[in-house]
């Protein structure tokens, strides 16, 4: 097993950068970007304060806050680099300290907002390769809120994976499984149970190195616990260097990136907790995609799947082969984004005049959709 450490200086420059996530992909984005971008250097942030970053350089961790055009041509707090970014920075000579000049288009991206206020735009997570869905195999088991955090992982752009935790209290845990499974097209489903050390293994196919890794789910599903678990004890080693930091940067962090000692990047969101609202058509469309699937065989284009005449939806519902329950869930989604969408163009009639100035970067499309994640 490969093993990192985060000591400054002991990783050749590149190797820093390239156990952090940096690959292929941004080696080509970076040459895609204007002369003045390209001579300043990546970094990688891995943790947020209220005004500050710490960012992984080629030469450490540093630092880092941005520059004052930055903030001026920041239009809403999306704009601004969050963890998981790659920024380009200038390291300033001597110090552990850097500035960041500009944030590379993500590549996928967990966005929370106040319903309906652009310039409220959160990163919660930045280059998200795989988004870990943690529910727990207790009473608090929810497959309807499955779905909906399924709907924001499809369109954060992240690969959702689906974990069901504390198995060491179910009979059955296989069961459940089948069950996600029906409700999560394309989502690989896995059980685990930290307690018992179990399931790790399954795991490995996402722990790889470079490979950033976001964990989500709601309050007391097991998220920390399952971190700590997989981290063993590198994660302990990160909080011991932490603590002995004359800057007590441990006090004030919203959300962390953490390399594990298989070279895996996990993110710890303790922000975000439920799922309430998102403007996520693409999202909705492909978390139910055997629902979409069966309203393109309704006699009606148009279809509402409310009256049996031609709905194939229905017919479905009531033969069986799709669980009413998850029908019912598909339309309560999609009046929320209905209601939303509606509630997004008032509010964007009334602040017309103080359109986020667009950049360019193919990351634009995507942040403009929106999934909406609020806070317990
Ligand atoms: N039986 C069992 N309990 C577990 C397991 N994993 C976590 N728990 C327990 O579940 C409770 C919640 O775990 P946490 O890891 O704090 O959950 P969380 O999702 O991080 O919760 P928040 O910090 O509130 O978001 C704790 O009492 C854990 O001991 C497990 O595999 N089996
Ligand atoms: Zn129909």
Redesign the pocket.
Known sequence: MRSFRLNNNTLHPNDSLRAYGWNAYWDQLLSEQQPAIRQLKPARVVAQFSHSYNVMTEAGENSASVTGKFEFNAAKRGDYPAVGDWVMVERLANESRSVIHAVLPRRTAMVRNAAGNVTEDQIIGANLDYLFI?N?LNQDFNIRKIERYLIAAWESGAQPVVLL?????CERPEKFVAEVETVAPGVPVHF?????DQGKDELGAYLQPGVTIGVT??????????LNWLADTHRQQVQGIRENDARGRHTTTHRELFLLNNGALVMDT?GM?ELQLWEAHDGWQQAFADIEKLASQCRYRDCKHEHDQGCAVLEAANTGSLDPKRLANYKKTARELARLAIKESQSQAKSSNRTPRSKSGKSQARLNKRAYLTED
């Open positions: 943690v727990a935790t504390k198995a060491d209290l685990v149970s930290a307690l018992l789910g709601s309050s007391g599903v097991g998220k920390s616990t399952l303790p907790r």
